[in-house]
């Protein structure tokens, strides 16, 4: 069974950098079968697709249009988990958090737990 | 990119009733489209994938079809705990999209 375990921090302050952690039990972030997203919900409620990272023989990184010059996802094969690095957050950054298992004919299968992050000054 | 439209963005039905939430594609592209269901602080629980494939454990009311730029998910005889916000998703190229949701009420 996979299980996805998000941790970082609930409040920022703009202008910082947030960090999210995404560790993995069942499979291994190196898997050549699947790939590890972030995809966020603003308070709206609406989901947007971050980025991801994946391992086919070497990684590789796509990243969303909105985000893409303040994303870096990285992989982190000593811990079996992968992260999320946003800088520059402002307040229209607050949103839920979440990471997942996309896996073979494109199944999003397996969702971390969700962290709410809120940026305010 | 590819845009997801869905419709309608909330919907009340019965129990008993077939529901079908559509969601439509800015341009064709074939499988590689997710429904999900999501309810009130969970993450959003998978449905069906690549249009058509129930995935595992999730009830055979549940349904979906499309493909071009139209999609559909459908649920034969809704049940109380059907209860939630619907999303579609194409995973077909990045960057990936998520239709804006439609909320099922009873």
């Known amino acids: 069974q996979v299980q996805l375990q998000q941790s970082g921090p609930g409040l920022m302050k703009p202008s910082q950098t947030l960090s999210l952690t995404c560790a993995i039990s069942g499979d291994t972030v190196s898997s050549k079968s699947a790939a590890w997203n972030w995809v966020r919900q603003s308070p709206s409620g609406g989901l947007e697709w971050l980025g991801r990272?994946?391992?086919?023989?070497?990684?590789?990184?796509n990243y969303g249009v909105s985000v893409k010059s303040r994303l870096v996802i990285n992989p982190d094969t000593s811990q079996n988990q992968f992260s999320l690095q946003l800088s520059s957050v402002t307040p229209e950054d607050t949103a839920v958090y979440y990471c997942a298992r996309e896996s073979t004919a494109g199944r999003w299968d397996y969702w971390g737990q969700g962290i709410l992050v809120t940026v305010s000054s | 990119d590819i845009q997801m439209t869905q419709s309608p963005s909330s919907l009340s039905a019965s129990v008993g009733d077939r529901v079908t939430i559509t969601c439509r594609a800015s341009q064709r592209f074939s499988g590689y489209l997710n429904w999900f269901q999501q309810k009130p602080g969970k993450a959003p629980k998978l449905l069906i994938f690549a249009a058509s494939t129930l995935q595992s454990g999730v009830p055979s009311r549940f349904s979906g079809s499309g493909s071009g730029t139209d999609f559909t998910l459908t649920i034969s005889s809704l049940q109380p705990e059907d209860i939630a916000t619907y999303y579609c998703q194409q995973n077909y190229e990045t960057p990936f999209s998520f239709g804006g949701g439609t909320k099922l009420e009873i």
């Open positions: 990272t994946y391992y086919r023989s070497k990684w590789y990184n």
